[in-house]
T-cell receptor
């Protein structure tokens, strides 16, 4: 099925560990974004990309790294996990057009202990 | 800080009633979008209104946009129990989509 695929769905990390959250879309969307969702905070933008090789920071980029080597994939790397990064992470993608809606993945629930 | 603030934070109504949610934002936008999130799930796009539009309808949804006040409202008419969810406004500026804090809607039988 076409859409945005996130893996894993659940992950538990120890403080200081690193990991990569995977995001892939098969709709040939130019734009891709990563969000985190915490209770009462809505979704906050971590990093986003407007095309392969181009990334930029969102509202809360510290502690995260991204790259966009292909149109399809946009992995999010946690460099050294901290308990404050316990959250639900969503990846989303969109066409470039200003009238385009975003399509969201089903999320990754990350717990850092 | 987040671009949008939504009001109310929580809303409880009975089936058949109308639900109105409001969103305020801070900067100029290209468009404003509304999304729904069922508990523990991803977000689903509901409706988009461009900055040069004032009102838009889709089924039981009605969205208004007032760019002079930097505000929008979402009206769900004749609500159903299945409408129970969190609703988020999101503003599109250039290449970013920024979300508000959301309204939790509970529709009871």
């Amino acid at each position: 099925n076409a859409g945005v695929t996130q893996t894993p769905k659940f992950q538990v990390l120890k403080t200081g560990q690193s990991m990569t959250l995977q995001c892939a879309q098969d709709m040939n969307h130019e734009y891709m974004s990563w969000y985190r969702q915490d209770p009462g905070m809505g979704l906050r933008l971590i990093h986003y990309s407007v095309g392969a090789g181009i990334t930029d920071q969102g509202e809360v980029p510290n502690g995260y790294n991204v790259s966009r080597s292909t149109t399809e994939d946009f992995p999010l790397r946690l460099l050294s996990a901290a308990p404050s990064q316990t959250s639900v992470y969503f990846c989303a993608s969109s066409y470039e057009g200003q009238g385009a809606r975003y399509t969201f993945g089903s999320g990754t629930r990350l717990t850092v202990v | 800080s987040q671009q949008g603030e939504e009001d109310p934070q929580a809303l409880s109504i009975q089936e058949g009633e109308n639900a109105t949610m409001n969103c305020s934002y801070k900067t100029s936008i290209n468009n404003l979008q509304w999304y729904r999130q069922n508990s523990g799930r991803g977000l689903v796009h509901l409706i988009l209104i461009r900055s040069n539009e004032r009102e838009k309808h889709s089924g039981r949804l009605r969205v208004t946009l007032d760019t002079s006040k930097k505000s929008s409202s979402l009206l769900i008419t004749a609500s159903r129990a299945a409408d129970t969810a969190s609703y988020f406004c999101a503003t599109r500026t250039a290449s970013k989509l920024t979300f508000g804090t959301g309204t939790r809607l509970q529709v009871t039988l």
